[in-house]
């Protein structure tokens, strides 16, 4: 599903507001796919570490693009991670810069590699 960070994810419905989850980099990532933006965001909730790419993105009517969690029903700007209900400041939720390539392929930013791939328990 992941070759040296381009990821081809089953999110090819383009009626479908779900999420796909996928692993790259060492992280579980939920990708949600709205029109014709992709958005990448850590899979487990800040909160209770619920299962973000289980439910589905919710466009708000400011058309901020959130995603709900489906234990407790925190909701995620997908653009910035910050906790848009309920209301708390200090929560926020990791998300990542997407490009999607003229091919299709999806690339997800990351700060920095995950250590583990700079030792040699490692295969490439």
């Known amino acids: 599903m992941t070759t040296n960070g381009i990821i081809k994810p089953p999110i090819s419905r383009q009626n479908s507001r779900t ?3 996928v692993n790259t980099n060492e992280k579980k990532i939920a990708l949600f796919r709205f029109r014709n933006d992709v958005y990448a965001i850590d899979e ?6 619920g299962p973000l790419h289980l439910d589905d993105i919710e466009e708000l009517s400011d058309n901020t693009l959130c995603v709900r969690c489906p234990w407790h029903s925190w909701k995620f700007d997908l653009q910035t991670g910050h906790l848009l209900f309920p209301k708390r400041k200090e929560i ?5 810069p997407v490009i999607v390539s003229k091919e299709g392929k999806i690339l997800v930013g990351f700060d920095h590699f995950d250590p583990k791939y700079f030792t040699c328990e490692t295969d490439f």
Do not use: N, T
């Open 92 to 96: 926020l939720a990791v998300v990542y």
């Open 44 to 49: 487990k909730c800040p909160h209770a570490g």
């Open 19 to 21: 999420g796909a989850l």
